[in-house]
């Protein structure tokens, strides 16, 4: 049979590690994209990113290459590129071949680096950016405690992921909510947020919940989106949390999923245990999701009803990012056999993602 998944790579940033694991002088060898990866940090602290073989004789630039002031040097010969993908020098040779001189060697790509994350540019067509990455400036405070990391590598399109939160139906069956809140959704441009309330017993002023059902409070959450790779959340109302999500395409049908958690520094005890909780809850969602998207094909012409949610309009929103109009699949009629994934089940990636120096 066929992939299960046929989307292309959407455009767009992509967090493709956090900032504290690339110091000074570091060189990572990443497998994103469908492409082999070298990130570095040079001596002035810039990092960057190459496609990682070298034009000469296609040494990995990852593996044994080492940082040489602003360039990194090829492992086999020597040649020294720097983050633009030119040739800075050759040690054993007297000049720079014509064909290399003042050319761009190696396909470079756009680095941002802001709210604690290293953030890449992707596109197909090597198109430069077409849109910035979003400052979350809670991430600049000192009112908010370090990171708690997760991380999971899925069998799935990155567009199958991101559209669960679309996916009110889910909810319920995947994950055994009674009461999934569902809002207030707005689109503009490259980005997408939406504003949820719930109801939550309200905390009394000794730090406790009110048990007698008659205090209630609101509890708000609010996600957004900048592009694909970009997502982040808020919770407020009971407790302050902060979610910020990197996902990254390893290639058309794998992901590396990192979610990033913060909470505020001056919660009392009760507040830390259900922020906790929450990370906790939203960690096993992924997780019982994860052999769902693991298995699951994409379907284009999905046979939807009332209850699903907003599905559509989250693809409509999403496919911006696709450098070409997606070829849709034809309908799938009743009598069709269903696809057997069973033997899909043991092809999940395991490859590593990062391998260091």
């Excluded at 010969?77 to 720079?96: D, L, M, R, S, T």
């Excluded at 060697?105 to 680095?111: D, E, H, N, Q």
């Excluded at 017993?201 to 205090?215: K, R, S, V, W, Y």
Aim: proline share 5%; aromatic share 12%.
């Amino acid at each position: 049979m066929g992939k299960r998944y046929t989307l292309p790579i959407p455009f767009g940033w992509y967090g493709i590690a956090f900032s504290d694991e690339l110091n000074v002088g570091d060189v990572k060898a990443l497998h994103y994209f469908g492409r082999d990866l070298v990130l570095f940090r040079t001596e002035s602290g810039e990092a960057k990113v190459l496609d990682a073989y070298c034009p000469h004789l296609g040494a990995h630039l990852g593996i044994g290459g080492t940082v040489k002031g602003e360039t990194i040097a090829c492992p086999f010969h020597g040649w020294q590129f720097n983050g633009e993908g030119y040739v800075e020098e050759i040690p054993y040779a007297e000049k720079i071949p014509p064909r290399a001189d003042g050319k761009q060697c190696i396909r470079f790509y756009p680095v941002v680096e802001l709210n604690k994350a290293i953030w890449c540019w992707y596109h197909p067509d090597d198109i430069d950016p077409l849109f910035e990455v979003f400052r979350i400036d809670e991430l600049y405070s000192d009112e908010w405690d370090d990171f708690i990391h997760r991380d999971w590598v899925v069998n799935a399109a990155i567009q199958e992921t991101a559209e669960n939160a679309a996916d009110k139906a889910h909810f319920a069956f995947v994950h055994r909510s009674q009461d999934v809140p569902f809002g207030e959704i707005k689109h503009d441009g490259y980005q997408r947020h939406a504003h949820l309330t719930a109801t939550s017993p309200a905390m009394l002023e000794d730090g406790t919940l009110d048990e007698t059902g008659e205090h209630w409070c609101d509890f708000f959450i609010d996600t957004s989106n900048n592009g694909p790779g970009q997502t982040w959340q808020r919770f407020t109302g009971i407790f302050d949390t902060l979610m910020m999500g990197l996902v990254i395409p390893i290639d058309d049908d794998h992901i590396h999923l990192r979610f990033a958690f913060k909470q505020k520094k001056d919660q009392n005890e009760l507040q830390q245990i259900m922020a906790q909780g929450l990370i906790d809850e939203l960690s096993g969602q992924v997780e019982e999701d994860i052999p769902i998207w693991n298995n699951k094909a994409y379907r284009a012409q999905p046979l939807l009803c009332d209850g699903d949610g907003p599905i559509s309009q989250f693809r409509k929103w999403f496919s911006q990012f696709y450098a070409e109009p997606l070829v849709e699949e034809e309908v799938i009629k009743g009598n069709e056999k269903a696809p057997d994934i069973e033997e899909l089940k043991n092809k999940i990636m395991t490859r590593e993602i990062n391998s260091e120096q």
